[in-house]
């Protein structure tokens, strides 16, 4: 469409806005609207103000829906007496209030953004965005339009009831229709339905009445809210084998029922954190980058609310995303929040943000990472941002914690043109060697993906025939098998980022996962064939000439020892939540490249960790106040003293405070 066109478009709106929107009273006024046809079948509104506090405001449904792309065409309807072009998406809708005989009669009010809302007013919009939460947590019911109804989509819709109808009722599990390949063709459709996707739907759909009187409409045909949310936990255990559809279509409706269980209770969203939304919520889409952050707002906890404010839609979105950090290290009193910059990290050749390292791209962000524990900083030990576990494992009490900087408090000073960062923090060491990557998932010729960097710093290069432990003497081997066991107890802890479970709440059980190593790298995956299985393996070979103190991880895989068998028995007796993980679930969760993808680093004095993927030779690891893992900074070359932000580490025997009790020196890092 032409400028000029667009300009003829928006004077348009501007005038129109200005016939039928009265400013708002109060900033809890909202205005409502209900449709009828004419009598010669065009549609009339009727707009008109309420205030949300008002005692004896009418019942109301607003409407959640997706405004598509197609922002120009419009078709008219009458409202207030005035022409008034809406958006073709929202035509329909106002089509089914007028023509659906339920609401023909009892011709409801409704909240349906595009109308209510003056668009063509900034400050309104913001205010309302404010307001959303409670417009939809205040109504009477709410209704979910996914779109004009077609044969395919009705099938689609039935056959999505009938799975969610299986949970309740046995005999509906075994129904021939649930093996109909077309059937879960169409039903793929629905799950794949732009709604599920878009930013703002996400609260629109959670909030609100229960769950009966949320309802989803495409077409003709509707499920209540409890429906869909069944149908979301049990289609992947209805799919028939060899069904023609991709289960990853469903993803998106599966993470809402996870985001939804955490959300309702006595206080709504208390336990869900901005950040952890953010994260988990990355497969979301929407028109304006800003709402990355604002279209959450009405599920978060309080605090998060309160520090972000009213949405600032008059600051461009890389001033919204640095104010986020600016105003989250602040009350927050943590650095945590930039460790999410690396999750945002855009590779491959996509396009390149011009933010500062340290503020996290919320566009940027990687569908792969969209799993319940993004990052170790959303560790489930700490609230203050959390993840996404399971339900069941949702109590933290006795839950372990990274600690990096102990108690210590962020020392910080942000630039007045919000490009630099300066904190104190203790430098620990320089990266030496570091592991590469793999992804065994791909041909074979086409796994690796990050090279091997091998370790040349003088205490890794380290020739032991000199101190005599290559000999053969019984003495010698075991100095060997002593220090091959030392490395090999920090090599699990860091392979397992000292966890032993994927939710990082439990200690690593570190003499079993050595034990479990041990006999994978020796015996070339001990006959297992799963995917698993087979990326340790690749992996294995890649890394097995890394050297680390002198050894290899060749020989660490021969030489270490996991202890006696009354040892190894007695840390089995007392594991309770991770006796049922072992080691290559938890290996797959630390460097799988659809988990955490991290990376095997030595450092040039010998510690061992895990760094991000792009983690390069020369970049120092260390503990900033505040922060409560360790982090990965790359000197700048061009200026002294400033760092570029990689991102967040694991950094063996450093991630409990000791950097600080130790008494290693404070630092000043300007990261840039």
């Excluded at 495409?218 to 028939?240: Q, S």
């Excluded at 620990?428 to 060697?433: F, M, N, Q």
């Excluded at 799963?530 to 021969?558: C, M, P, Q």
């Excluded at 409560?628 to 694991?650: H, K, M, N, Q, W």
């Amino acid at each position: 469409m032409s400028s000029v066109v667009r300009y003829l478009y928006h004077v348009f709106d501007t005038e129109v806005a200005k016939s039928i929107y009265e400013p708002l009273e109060t900033k809890n006024t909202i205005r409502l609207l209900r449709v009828h046809r004419d009598a010669d079948g065009s549609i009339i509104g009727e707009l008109k103000p309420f205030s949300l506090d008002a005692p004896r405001k009418p019942r109301y449904r607003p409407i959640s829906y997706v405004w598509g792309n197609d922002h120009q065409t419009r078709r008219t309807i009458t409202l207030n007496g005035h022409a008034y072009g809406t958006l073709r998406s929202v035509y329909p809708i106002l089509e089914l209030f007028c023509d659906w005989p339920e609401f023909r009669t009892s011709r409801p009010w409704i909240w349906i953004d595009y109308i209510c809302i003056n668009q063509t007013d900034l400050a309104e919009r913001a205010m309302q965005v404010a307001l959303m939460v409670r417009i939809y947590g205040e109504s009477s019911y709410t209704t979910i339009w996914l779109g004009e109804g077609t044969p395919s989509s009705d099938r689609g819709m039935d056959l999505m009831k009938l799975v969610a109808d299986g949970e309740m009722d046995e005999k509906k599990k075994h129904d021939p229709k649930l093996y109909d390949f077309n059937a879960w063709k169409d039903y793929e459709k629905v799950a794949l339905n732009s709604w599920f996707r878009r930013g703002w739907t996400l609260q629109e759909s959670i909030t609100g009445p229960d769950d009966g009187t949320c309802v989803y409409f495409f077409g003709d045909k509707k499920l209540t809210r409890w429906e869909v949310i069944c149908a979301a936990h049990a289609t992947r255990y209805r799919l028939p084998p060899g069904a023609p559809v991709d289960i990853e279509s469903w993803s998106p409706l599966w993470n809402r029922r996870r985001i939804y269980h955490w959300y309702r209770g006595e206080d709504p969203g208390r336990w869900v954190s901005l950040l952890a939304l953010m994260a988990y919520n990355c497969q979301s889409e929407v028109s304006d980058d800003r709402d990355h952050i604002y279209s959450l707002l009405g599920v978060v906890n309080r605090w998060d609310r309160e520090a972000v404010g009213l949405p600032r839609y008059d600051l461009d979105v890389e001033t919204v995303y640095a104010k986020l950090v600016r105003d989250w290290v602040r009350g927050r009193q943590s650095l945590d929040i930039i460790c999410f910059a690396h999750m945002c990290y855009r590779r491959h050749g996509k396009l390149e943000s011009t933010l500062p390292s340290w503020v996290p791209d919320w566009r940027n962000r990687d569908v792969k990472s969209a799993t319940h524990i993004p990052m170790l900083v959303s560790q489930s030990g700490k609230q203050h941002i959390g993840n996404f576990r399971p339900s069941a494992e949702s109590g933290s009490r006795g839950a372990a914690q990274y600690n990096a900087s102990g108690n210590k408090v962020p020392v910080v000073e942000f630039s007045g043109d919000g490009r630099r960062l300066t904190c104190k923090g203790i430098l620990v060491d320089a990266l030496d060697g570091i592991g590469g990557m793999i992804d065994a998932s791909q041909a074979a010729s086409d796994q690796t993906f990050e090279t091997l960097v091998q370790s040349t710093s003088p205490i890794n290069s380290l020739n032991l025939s000199s101190l005599g432990v290559s000999s053969a003497t019984a003495e010698a081997n075991s100095e060997k098998e002593e220090l091959a066991s030392i490395v090999g107890r920090q090599l699990i802890a860091s392979l397992a980022h000292g966890r032993g479970d994927e939710f990082l709440k439990w200690a690593v059980p570190w003499r079993r996962f050595l034990f479990e190593f041990k006999e994978m790298a020796l015996n070339d995956g001990s006959g297992r064939t799963d995917l698993e299985a087979k990326n340790f393996v690749a992996w294995y070979r890649l890394n097995k000439s890394l050297i680390i103190h002198g050894l290899t991880l060749e020989d660490v895989s021969k030489y270490a020892q996991p202890g006696d068998g009354e040892a190894l028995r007695q840390e089995r007796e007392s594991e309770r939540e991770t006796r049922n993980i072992d080691f290559i679930d938890r290996f797959g969760h630390s460097t799988g490249t659809h988990n955490l993808s991290r990376r095997l680093f030595t450092t040039e004095k010998g510690y061992i960790g895990m760094a991000p993927q792009r983690a390069h030779k020369g970049d120092i690891v260390c503990v900033l106040l505040g922060c409560s893992v360790a982090v990965i900074l790359r000197p700048d070359p061009a200026t002294a003293d400033s760092y570029e932000f990689i991102g967040e580490a694991y950094l063996e025997g450093f991630m409990d405070g000791q950097a600080v009790e130790i008494g290693k020196p404070e630092s000043q890092f300007v990261l840039i």
